[in-house]
DNA sequence: GATATGTATCGTAATATTACAATATAAAAT
DNA sequence: ATTTTATATTGTAATATTACGATACATATC
């Protein structure tokens, strides 16, 4: 046990369920609205800002890229990362449909 | 360590982090969309319906509950549980604004 | 009040996550 | 070529999550 049992849900469930967690963490939120504000980010920035040692820090970086979210580029010694457009659409999409499955208030309890 | 640091981050962003997290599982999305498409529900419904253990349902179902995102009221023998609106509104408003921060694909990368 | 029914809780095993120090790697500057 | 700088990886400890059987609990029904 201790093993979500992805094979019982849909490909959707199972996709928005890994963006939803890929972002769940109030470390990766504020990474990505680090990146959101700047339109660019370099990691060595996010380490003085944060308050988080650098290898933790690469370490949610590197959970935000392994769900697609972001992506990056080396930039001379650096790297910069940034939005992935595509998964930023999809996480909008998704997100925005399953949200919008909540009709008004009737509710029953 | 393996503790998350939420005494760094913003309460917004811890909170939009525990919102995320608590629906970051397929059987958790099953659950609020099988909620959502009859407006009420019947945990036992679910046993039947997801292909997961009477007790992992009812663990998954407090998640949810603890998060603020459902509410479950006595009825009868069994609970009715549905989407709570304050939260749900709180969601739309929090997740629409996070993901409305990025602006097109001015991409750096 | 005993029994049935629906849900919650407890205990527990397997696995995942979070965080960091230490170390490795890779590109630029000296 | 060595040193510096920026990031990634490895190893590891603490904690959290997922799943389920067993059991408790609470409300109807008999």
Known sequence: MGLTKTEIFTDEQNQLATLLKAMAHPARIAILQRILISNTCICGDLVGELGLAQATISQHLKE???????????????ICYCINPKTWKLLEAQIGSFLAEYKGETACC
């Open 64 to 78: 935000l890229k392994n769900a697609g979210i972001i992506q990056g580029t080396i930039e001379g010694v650096s």
